[in-house]
């Protein structure tokens, strides 16, 4: 896959969650590269690059191989395949805030079903708390802050409820089997079509 298509396949996934430009698309390949979990499998010429090199014109251009000059193609390595599996294995703290909890949601249906019940509960655990604040907070100052702040922390309490009754839903189904996938192993990127992005976000490094 190459950078063009690997970028939409990421808006397609993620761009509710992140928006990715070449500049930051380019120097994680290069460093996921670096870490050889990914690997360039050829070059091709023009088509699509046109795009890319229409926002990423300056700066690549004057890296030589990685300007306009072709696509350049990669696929991941085995190392990067287990640290796909790694990754979606990961259940800490780190998986259900809010810069990450979306990432892992996106790739659930490869995830095994008791990794994504912690991060599923532990994703509700924290918007419960959030909750819990913002209903002390309006409870305590709701006299002595003006209409329009008391309004933006309403807008952020009904949010969390909107999004605490999704994670019932969601932690509901998992528990009764509902899902088809529910009881589904965590499938390798090996086995994965090829319309799959890479594993993971741009804006993270393994380096």
């Not at 990067?80 to 259940?91: I, N, P, S, T, Y």
């Not at 780190?94 to 979306?102: A, L």
């Not at 009754?165 to 509902?178: C, H, T, V």
Request: charged share 35%; glycine share 8%.
């Amino acid at each position: 896959m190459h950078g063009y298509q690997l970028r939409k396949q990421l808006h397609a996934r993620l761009g509710t969650f992140r928006a990715f430009s070449w500049g930051s698309l380019y120097p994680t390949l290069r460093r996921l590269q670096r870490a050889g979990l990914i690997a360039e499998t050829s070059s091709e010429p023009g088509g699509e690059a046109s795009e890319e090199g229409a926002e990423a014109a300056g700066p690549t251009r004057a890296r030589g191989s990685w300007g306009r000059r072709g696509r350049r193609v990669f696929e991941l390595t085995a190392d990067g395949k287990d640290r796909f599996d790694e990754l979606v294995a990961e259940a800490g703290p780190q998986t259900w805030d809010d810069e990450s909890f979306g990432v892992h949601l996106a790739f659930f249906s490869r995830t095994p079903v008791e990794v994504r019940m912690r991060i599923l509960e532990g994703r509700r655990r924290r918007v419960e708390e959030r909750r819990e604040g913002l209903r002390s907070t309006l409870s305590r100052a709701s006299e002595q802050i003006d209409h329009y702040t008391r309004e933006l922390h309403r807008l952020g309490l009904e949010s969390t409820e909107r999004e605490v009754r999704w994670l019932n839903e969601l932690i509901d189904a998992e528990r009764s089997g509902a899902r088809p996938d529910a009881a589904t192993p965590a499938v390798s990127p090996a086995d994965a079509p090829d319309d799959v992005p890479a594993p993971r976000p741009p804006s993270e490094s393994d380096a």
